[in-house]
């Protein structure tokens, strides 16, 4: 069957690991903040919420299950959208740590990055000089000398212990072409069964750049490896190439990630004030195209998905804080 004709579904990353609070007034970091822009996020369009968790003092990245309760279970009891958890928490997270609220929670969905990598935006250091938290500029100056750490038996252990004991399933990130093809050894291996949903990443430091070349390259080696048929492919341009790639992967029979994870901005030298504001606005653009956005289930129907019953997210838990 071919999926040209099929939905957009749209992905939202509402907070993530990268960003820091002198970035952006509007990055959400509190429990509450986080279920708000999420909620407003699913409500705008999204199908997909892509959650981290981070500390409500401070704002940086943590995997306390009981951070991640403060505000999952809200979203999920607001909303119908496909609740998708990180394992790849933050380059300083063990993997130990990166599944502490995963294997609690077991969700329909995961990310989970296809391969060791150099993940870096300490560039970006240099151009801030007014920090809000002190662990901030260390944190964003020490990314220089860290990789983020998925190797073979990191994949087989997560598919493992989430996919086969608790039917969740995954956003398979593909930050290079070498991870398309780590993602077939495991298809080949039976490790895997599909559908696939591959999340190409476009423009992160490490990663491949931003050029619509590689784009329809990551395309055509993805349909060379899995069939068009067996997998469907979405993708996420990081910062100022946001939007411009949306317009493309769905031009290309394709889907989409936006939010604040991703890029903090709406317009160029325009902050985002919500992720909810880019899930809008890739709408807008999806509209004028005349494509028509997924809804959470057409999204299950579409990934395989367990449903939302058959997770483990309590939404008693959301009324306890």
């Known amino acids: 069957m071919n999926h040209a004709n099929d939905k957009v579904i749209i992905t939202c990353a509402v907070t993530g690991s990268v960003h820091t609070p002198s970035m952006s007034p509007y990055l959400p970091l509190t429990p509450e903040q986080i279920a708000a822009d999420a909620i407003a996020?699913?409500?705008?369009?999204?199908?997909?919420?892509?959650?981290?968790?981070?500390?409500?003092?401070?704002?940086?990245?943590?995997?306390?299950?009981?951070?991640f309760n403060q505000f999952v279970p809200k979203i999920k009891a607001a909303t119908n959208a496909v609740i998708n958890i990180t394992t790849g928490g933050s380059t300083r997270m063990?993997?130990?740590?990166?599944?502490?609220?995963?294997?609690?929670?077991?969700?329909?969905?995961?990310?989970?990055?296809?391969?060791?990598?150099?993940?870096?935006?300490h560039p970006a250091a240099e151009k801030i000089s007014d920090w809000k938290y002190e662990w901030e500029k260390p944190y964003i100056e020490g990314m220089e000398d860290l990789i983020f750490r998925n190797t073979f038996k990191d994949?087989?252990?997560?598919?493992?212990m989430l996919g086969d004991e608790h039917g969740t399933r995954f956003e398979f990130e593909c930050y290079d072409l070498g991870h398309l093809y780590n993602l077939a050894h495991f298809v080949d291996a039976g490790l895997i069964k599909g559908p696939l949903f591959i999340q190409c990443i476009f423009g992160v430091l490490g990663g491949m750049g931003p050029d619509p070349e590689n784009l329809v390259h990551m395309r055509a080696t993805a349909d060379r490896l899995f069939g068009?048929?067996?997998?469907?492919?979405?993708?996420?341009?990081?910062?100022?190439?946001?939007?411009?790639?949306?317009?493309m992967s769905a031009l290309m029979g394709g889907n989409i990630r936006v939010g604040?994870?991703?890029?903090?901005?709406?317009?160029?030298?325009e902050l985002a004030t919500s992720s909810a504001d880019q899930v809008r606005k890739v709408?807008?653009?999806?509209?004028?195209?005349?494509?028509?956005?997924?809804?959470?289930?057409?999204?299950?129907?579409m990934l395989g998905l367990k449903g939302s019953d058959a997770t483990l997210i309590d939404t008693q838990h959301s009324h306890q804080h």
């Open 283 to 301: 709408r807008r653009m999806l509209d004028e195209l005349s494509l028509e956005v997924a809804t959470p289930d057409e999204a299950r129907r």
């Open 260 to 269: 604040l994870e991703d890029s903090l901005f709406l317009n160029k030298g």
């Open 228 to 247: 068009r048929q067996n997998y469907r492919f979405s993708v996420l341009g990081a910062g100022r190439h946001q939007m411009r790639l949306s317009v």
């Open 94 to 121: 063990s993997l130990e740590e990166r599944l502490a609220y995963p294997l609690l929670a077991a969700p329909e969905m995961c990310s989970l990055n296809m391969g060791s990598m150099n993940f870096s935006i």
């Open 155 to 160: 994949i087989k252990r997560i598919l493992h």
């Open 41 to 67: 996020a699913s409500e705008a369009g999204a199908a997909v919420l892509h959650l981290h968790a981070r500390d409500p003092q401070d704002g940086r990245p943590v995997f306390d299950p009981n951070v």
